[in-house]
């Protein structure tokens, strides 16, 4: 479908709209494009691109900027036999009709090399801007002080584009850069800040592979969104194109967890069975995260664990559906760590051992150069020296004890099975509403790894990364908005219920901006304990897998704030995204250099309670 005809289908729909109200009848959603039935739900494997969807329809050089009162058309496909308006007819009947007039938009600005590497100073990845359509040109910074302004994402919050996007706007977007075969790899609706306003119009961002697109190209393109978006009577919006990728972020019974005070409790989390365990398949060299524990209900008394798909099963070996019914099948066992993983624990506690080594050498040369005075100072840095002493010799003990403990049942991989894969969907992909990106898969405890001891259910380990003002001050930053999250002592949170599906996008809660949003934190084997914001309004990907050229709606998540760094990293896949009402919300499929995407609880219990095996499945799993 050519993006003039996404533009005339948008006006149209526009108008029809505009006529149902004037004959007080309720306004209708319309102008997906699909036929009656159709589904845009696909399995990877299928539907593959038909080559000629691989070739530019034409030249991105010849591509105009289009006017609303300059649009020709002839029908085709499922649009045969419905009567194009002229471009006078068509102009008329928009100004009659009170939408909005016919648009001429500023003249194109091209961005420059320094604009692009600057652009997005602030953000976490800082990516290369291509293209946008705020009007230019732009000053680039001058002088000995010379610097561009830092920026920061936010979610879309309260704009007219979060009512419109997932009612047909998004997926014609989609559409419209398909028929300009734009290499693109994600869409999302988000605002971009600059530092020291308070507000900013949408941003409509657009991720494209890597040198897929000039500047001038990109700039062109851009612009041939515009119609799209204004045909459903969107303003106060700029789209922008950087260069992005979308990617996997996939990297002896449990230890017990210990209290906070005890000298081994950042360093043994790892190892213990609170959510964030770094799971890896025995044949595999990454490894990603494991998300959360589910009974099968029923007389199934085995407790299971989710995770990614493509954290445990390679995408060459296929994407057919994963079962193992019996004993006579080959196991695929799955490893708490990969080999690099462990080694990367081992190295940090070899580290911390002889930081308090040296530490323990501190304490001692500062006692000793007191010891023998007695005026009040002198007497306090002995005693404060002598406490040192005392602390880091504990730490040490605990730290050592830990490192023989893994280093004797935890070194080889044989060591570190705890469960073995027993089912997995295939991966599938949709851009129907209400649908996203699925990619688990579910691990089969084994029998005795988990224990009265060692098992707290799905409890997230908060660590010592933030104390109870910093992270409150997060979860709380609006004193208005309802949370029912209360800080662990022990900083095990426990996790209860899930996020309901109409909550996704609707979230009570307001930022410290005011905007709607979710706060959601997550522990995984990569970056650990973060916190964000989910956006309330989903994002779009499209990638390559296979050769087949595939488009998913996500649940996307920002960084917090300016200052914390990207959500998640590669390592993080399968990580489960808790909210600020201790509920699950999902887990991590992928992201790009800026945002985390998440499929939502709902969506993985809906597959899970299809099938057979978990049709009882439930969040609440107990020891037998």
Not at 210 to 237: Q, W
Not at 325 to 346: A, C, H, M
């Amino acid at each position: 479908m050519s993006v003039a005809l996404l533009v005339w289908k948008a006006r149209r729909r526009m108008m029809k709209k505009d006529q149902e109200i004037k004959a007080d009848l309720p306004c209708g959603c319309g102008g997906r494009g699909e036929a009656p039935g159709q589904s845009t739900r696909r399995i990877l494997q299928m539907d593959p691109c038909a080559p000629e969807q691989n070739q530019p329809l034409f030249p991105l050089s010849s591509i105009p900027i289009i006017r609303e009162d300059a649009i020709t058309l002839q029908p085709r496909g499922e649009d045969e036999g419905l009567q194009l308006p002229s471009p006078t007819a068509t102009s008329t009947a928009t100004a009659s009709s009170g939408n909005r007039p016919a648009t001429d938009y500023p003249p194109k600005f091209v961005v420059t090399e320094t604009i692009s590497k600057g652009y997005y100073k602030g953000l976490p990845s800082r990516p290369p801007l291509i293209a946008t359509t705020r009007p230019g040109p732009f000053e680039v910074p001058t002088g000995p002080a010379a610097y561009f302004p830092l920026k920061h994402l936010r979610v879309l919050g309260d704009h007219p584009l979060a009512k419109v996007w997932d009612e047909g706007l998004a997926v014609d977007l989609c559409r419209g850069l398909n028929a300009m075969s734009v290499k693109w790899t994600s869409l999302d609706a988000i605002r971009i800040v600059t530092a020291g306003e308070s507000s900013s119009p949408a941003i409509i961002w657009i991720g494209v592979d890597f040198n897929s697109l000039t500047f001038e190209e990109g700039s062109v393109i851009a612009y041939k969104c515009r119609p799209i978006v204004d045909g459903y009577g969107i303003s106060n919006y700029h789209v922008e194109i950087r260069e992005s990728r979308v990617r996997k972020l996939s990297g002896c019974n449990f230890l017990e967890p210990v209290p906070f005070s005890d000298p081994t409790f950042t360093a043994r989390e790892p190892f213990t069975a609170t959510l964030g365990i770094p799971v890896a398949a025995m044949n595999r060299s990454s490894q990603g995260t494991g998300g959360f524990f589910i009974s099968a209900g029923g007389d199934d008394p085995s407790i299971y664990l989710v995770t990614a798909r493509h954290v445990v099963l390679p995408a060459k070996e296929g994407n057919q559906p994963f079962v193992r019914k019996n004993n006579s099948q080959p196991r695929t066992d799955i490893v708490v760590l990969s080999d690099s993983g462990f080694n990367e624990k081992i190295v940090a506690i070899d580290e911390e051992i002889k930081e308090q080594q040296s530490k323990i050498i501190d304490a001692m040369e500062r006692y000793e150069m007191v010891k023998d005075a007695d005026d009040s100072r002198s007497v306090k840095e002995s005693q404060a020296a002598n406490h040192g002493l005392q602390h880091a010799r504990e730490v040490l003990e605990g730290l050592s004890d830990l490192h023989h403990e893994i280093a004797a049942h935890w070194s080889t991989k044989t060591d570190r099975i705890f469960g073995e894969l027993v089912w997995s969907p295939p991966i599938t992909l949709s851009t129907k509403s209400g649908e996203f990106t699925l990619d688990f898969a579910v691990i089969k405890i084994d029998p005795g790894k988990l224990n009265r001891g060692n098992y707290r259910g799905n409890c997230i380990n908060i660590g010592d990364k933030y104390t109870r003002y910093q992270f409150l001050g997060k979860v709380y930053s609006n004193g208005t908005s309802p949370t029912s999250f209360k800080f662990p002592p022990d900083r095990l949170a426990v996790l209860q219920g899930q996020v309901p599906e109409d909550c996704v996008f609707q979230s009570p809660m307001l930022d410290s901006n005011g905007d709607q949003c979710l706060v959601v934190f997550k522990n995984g084997a990569k970056t650990g304990i973060t916190i964000g914001k989910a956006n309330n309004a989903a994002s779009f990907i499209r990638c390559c897998l296979d050769g087949e050229f595939v488009e998913s709606r996500e649940w996307p998540v920002v960084p917090y704030d300016n200052h914390s760094g990207t959500f998640s990293e590669g390592g993080d896949s399968g990580s489960c995204v808790a909210d600020a009402f201790g509920r699950i919300g999902g887990i991590i499929t992928g992201g790009t250099d800026s945002l985390t995407y998440v499929t939502p609880i709902s969506s993985i219990m809906k597959a899970l309670h299809g099938d057979r095996r978990f049709k009882y499945a439930h969040l609440n799993p107990v020891l037998a």
